[in-house]
């Protein structure tokens, strides 16, 4: 059954064979299919390929952090080629299961039977998950398009195409590590030629610090449009400031300015005994050419 993203709300809680899950997806995975979708050939309108991750003991979360494209023709998958890249995989990767697959495009609808099929032999005794990217809303709107189903059985029959796609809940989920690398492809945005920088240590420094001052100045407006009636007062946000201000510790301002420029030697000695080592090894480099030569 073929039924538009816009309107295949159904909840995956109200399937009676098959448990509640969420799903979170890394950045990586969406690099990947795009990348995938990016790299096709012209007469493709999209691209498949399988979804890597864990899941939980109960299997009501699903984490995705892989994916690598797949060969198929007429709704066939290459076989061959699918097993190949799947061991391949586990060789780097060996904690991470097949969950299911992608579809990367255009005016995408959940359905392919056969594909979701293929994946649910890999997947036992759970359903393969089928992740979509509508690249068409990611480029042209603020959504990012990525959208994720499970099936279900429509009747008593048992025949494969007889199966109904839920949509079930799905966000994407990043690291620390993940969020800077993030920021830093987001700044190329502005840039005409779409490119961005990598940035020292002190100018990570300071602009952590110029996030956390505009941060502190708007929830100090916040605070202060409660208090004078101007803002109606919301109790989930209050509880939130008042987790955040419960973990600050109690330190004087003259013992905090002394840890703070502590910590701040700190940081230039190692960027500089990082710079004086980086010039050392080009000096043995530049050395090491001139007697070979």
């Not at 920021?183 to 190329?188: I, W």
């Not at 961005?196 to 708007?218: G, P, T, V």
């Not at 409660?226 to 109690?250: C, F, L, Q």
Request: charged share 20%.
């Amino acid at each position: 059954m073929a039924h538009k993203l816009d309107t295949l709300t159904v909840n995956l809680s109200s399937a009676p064979h098959q448990r509640a899950f969420t799903t979170t997806t890394s950045p990586v995975v969406l690099f990947s299919v795009l990348d995938h979708y990016l790299r096709r050939d012209d007469p493709q309108t999209k691209v498949i390929g399988a979804i890597l991750g864990v899941r939980s003991s109960d299997g009501t979360e699903v984490e995705i952090r892989n994916a690598f494209p797949l060969i198929y023709t007429d709704d066939k998958v290459d076989r061959e080629h699918y097993r190949s890249m799947y061991e391949l995989h586990q060789r780097v990767n060996p904690e991470e299961i097949i969950l299911g697959w992608y579809t990367a495009g255009t005016q995408l609808t959940a359905s392919c039977t056969p594909i979701h099929t293929f994946f649910a032999e890999d997947v036992a005794p759970f359903q393969p998950i089928h992740v979509t990217v509508d690249t068409e809303a990611l480029f042209k709107t603020s959504d990012m398009g990525l959208r994720a189903y499970a099936s279900a059985p429509v009747g008593f029959s048992n025949k494969p195409g007889d199966c109904l796609f839920l949509s079930v809940p799905c966000e994407v989920k990043y690291l620390d590590a993940e969020r800077s690398g993030l920021d830093m492809l987001s700044s190329a945005k502005s840039n005409e030629n779409r490119t961005a920088s990598l940035i020292s240590d002190m100018d990570h420094l300071e602009i952590a610090i110029a996030k956390l001052q505009e941060m502190l100045e708007r929830i100090s407006k916040y605070v202060d449009s409660v208090v004078d009636g101007s803002v109606e007062p919301n109790n989930a946000i209050g509880r939130y400031i008042m987790d955040t201000v419960s973990v600050v510790p109690k330190i004087d301002s003259t013992a905090f300015e002394k840890m703070f420029n502590s910590h701040l030697q700190d940081l230039l000695m190692v960027v500089y005994l990082a710079n004086m080592t980086r010039t050392q090894l080009a000096v043995a480099e530049r050395l090491q050419l001139l007697v070979a030569n």
